[in-house]
């Protein structure tokens, strides 16, 4: 079964800009893949898209089983918690604990105190900072950042996780250590999409690829671990 779907899509912005264009994916429930490309390529609108960031300008896309390309807005943030999102830049909210942060997406949704606290502790032990739920993200380092991005991005336990440049601002051992968890996570069945400059570390991993230049996808292939 697909979690995700896309035909023919294209996205266009109000200035003219084409940032995607006659773009056709299937992702598997519980597979893990790669986008690469160029900067300016469309790799983080596709993510967008996926995520119901923004719609599509034509074609139709699937997401969980669900067709989004007509769908309520109203009915977007139900969907959208089957959906993880870990972004480069981490989004934390420098003003709440390490907790809070991950917190956040199961209080928005309702979730009772003693779920939140069991989930959110659950979340944090997977990323190893199970003993830092109390610090304030300025004291943390950039990976250890990132490893409270994603543990907010998994506490939903969600269908699907997407990244966008996860690792681009890690040193290479770092970068190793946060795609282990992504494969972590997609051993236990969470489909995965990565969108990475890393060339070497991709190649290193033997996962399905993709690429995309100036708004087209080029092609896939499947890499060999080196």
Request: charged share 25%; proline share 4%; aromatic share 6%.
């Amino acid at each position: 079964m697909a979690v995700v779907e896309l035909h023919h899509v294209f996205k266009r912005y109000p200035q003219g800009h084409e940032a995607l264009r006659d773009i056709n994916l299937t992702l598997e429930a519980g597979e893990m893949a790669f986008l690469t490309g160029h900067s300016g390529a469309g790799k983080s609108t596709l993510l967008k898209l996926i995520a119901l960031m923004e719609r599509p300008s034509q074609g139709q896309m699937f997401v969980a089983g669900r067709n989004v390309t007509k769908i309520r807005r109203r009915q977007i943030p139900f969907l959208r918690r089957r959906v993880g999102v870990i972004f480069q830049d981490h989004r934390l909210l420098f003003d709440r604990d390490v907790y809070t942060n991950v917190a956040l997406p199961l209080i928005i949704a309702g979730f009772r105190h003693q779920e939140v606290g069991r989930r959110v502790r659950a979340a944090l032990d997977m990323v190893g900072l199970l003993d830092k739920e109390r610090r304030y993200p300025i004291t943390l380092s950039g990976g250890e950042a990132q490893r409270v991005g994603i543990a907010r991005a998994v506490v939903n336990k969600p269908d699907l996780l997407l990244a966008d440049e996860p690792t681009g601002n890690l040193d290479p051992a770092l970068s190793r250590e946060i795609m282990g968890l992504f494969e972590q996570f997609n051993q236990v069945g969470v489909a995965t999409l990565i969108a990475s400059h890393d060339l070497d570390l991709i190649g290193q991993l033997g996962r399905r690829t993709l690429s995309l230049r100036e708004g087209r996808l080029l092609g896939e292939r499947a890499e060999v671990p080196a």
